[in-house]
Nanobody, 123 residues
Framework: QVQLVESGGGLVQAGGSLRLSCTAS????????MGWFRQAPGKEREFVAA????????NYADSVKGRFTISRDNAKNTVYLQMNSLKPEDTAVYYC????????????????WGQGTQVTISS
């Protein structure tokens, strides 16, 4: 399994920006599709964004389209989540995930996960 470490979370005001990073080790990074999920208190973990192995395909949850951008740098074994125009409802723990097949709900069971990074948006 690939090991994942997220960073970049923090506390920002509504309307602000953050960039999350997730660095992988232990396996060939480009073998994996990568994604970001989030989990707010009392809620289930939900999909945020995903990117294909070489970055040619990206998809987003409707709630973040136009505000968040996922990208990856295979030379650095890192995937990023640029978050702009942040809202209080974006407050959650953000998790990076890796899946050899495709980022889907099945990733919750079969994927590799980081430990999460807290993002808090104040109103």
């Amino acid at each position: 399994q690939v090991q994942l470490v997220e960073s970049g979370g923090g506390l920002v005001q509504a309307g602000g920006s953050l960039r999350l990073s997730c660095t992988a080790s232990g396996r060939t990074f480009s073998d994996y599709t990568m994604g970001w999920f989030r989990q707010a208190p009392g809620k289930e973990r939900e999909f945020v964004a995903a990117i294909s192995r070489y970055g040619s395909s990206r998809n987003y949850a409707d709630s973040v389209k136009g505000r968040f951008t996922i990208s990856r740098d295979n030379a650095k074994n890192t995937v990023y989540l640029q978050m702009n125009s942040l809202k209080p409802e974006d407050t959650a723990v953000y998790y990076c995930a890796a899946d050899r097949i495709q980022i889907t709900s099945a990733t919750l069971n079969r994927g590799s996960w980081g430990q999460g990074t807290q993002v808090t948006i104040s109103s």
